[in-house]
């Protein structure tokens, strides 16, 4: 069982927009603005999307944004494209004693 | 552009110890700032994270793992590795090195990952 939760599926048609979800408690997600965000196709290393909540990094489109409230992040992406295809996963620092990053599960995002 | 590039066996037997090496390019470990680190995807799953070194030497680990496993670096060399030890089919994974930004906890650079499989 992952640390922070996520849905295990969403999916949307191209050009519209779609949120993934990402909960976790006051010790990670909701006590820091450390979430990021990870975009994965198969067989390919993580990419890192969005930092710090909302930051993207150099080069990631505009298409992709990140945002906050209480204990829950989300990744919102708009201009659904046939590319955005691939797993998805949040990342949060925790401030438990006994670890330093968690992940989500994972999000399986689908263009339809 | 940083790079990172893991090594090590592919096959690894019941209760033998992993070892995997990560090289870095394109940047130096010693630059401080970050944190030098393992992450592991089960095949079809999530990621699960490791631990991590500082250049300094300092570790922190996964308390799951943490009684099998060492991290630990070698500047010179600009590497950083992984031993596992005691490992069983449940460690059957891809394996990959990542930088982590030591004042957000974000992987800015993976390495492309290894698969290492535990099998007789």
């Known amino acids: 069982q992952s640390a922070l939760t996520q849905p295990a599926s969403v999916s949307g048609s191209p050009g519209q927009s779609i949120t993934i979800s990402c909960t976790g408690t006051?010790?990670?997600?909701?006590?820091?603005?450390?979430v990021s965000w990870y975009q994965q196709h198969p067989g390919k290393a993580p990419k890192l999307m969005i930092y710090?909540?909302?930051n993207r990094p150099s080069g990631v489109s505009n298409r992709f944004s990140g945002s906050k409230s209480g204990n829950t992040a989300s990744l919102t992406i708009s201009g659904l494209q046939a590319e955005d295809e691939a797993d998805y996963y949040c990342?949060?620092?925790?401030?438990?004693?006994?670890?330093?990053?968690?992940f989500g599960g994972g999000t399986k995002l689908t263009v339809l | 552009q940083v790079q990172l590039q893991e090594s090590g066996p592919g096959l690894v037997k019941p209760s033998q110890t992993l070892s995997l090496t990560c090289t870095v390019s394109?940047?130096?470990?010693?630059?401080?700032?970050?944190?030098w680190s393992w992450i592991r995807q089960h095949p079809g799953k999530g990621l699960e994270w490791i631990g991590y070194?500082?250049?300094?030497?300092?570790?922190y680990y996964n308390p799951s793992l943490k009684s099998r496993v060492t991290i630990s670096v070698d500047t010179s060399k600009n590497q950083f590795s992984l031993k596992l030890s005691s490992v069983t089919a449940a460690d059957t994974a891809v394996y990959y090195c990542?930088?982590?930004?030591?004042?957000?906890?974000?992987?800015?650079?993976w390495g492309q990952g290894t698969l290492v499989t535990v099998s007789s």
């Open positions: 070194i500082y250049y300094s030497g300092s570790t």
């Open positions: 990342s949060s620092y925790t401030s438990s004693s006994t670890l330093y990053v968690v």
């Open positions: 006051s010790s990670d997600v909701g006590g820091y603005n450390y």
């Open positions: 990542a930088r982590i930004s030591s004042t957000s906890c974000y992987v800015d650079y």
């Open positions: 710090d909540v909302s």
């Open positions: 394109g940047g130096s470990i010693s630059s401080g700032g970050y944190y």
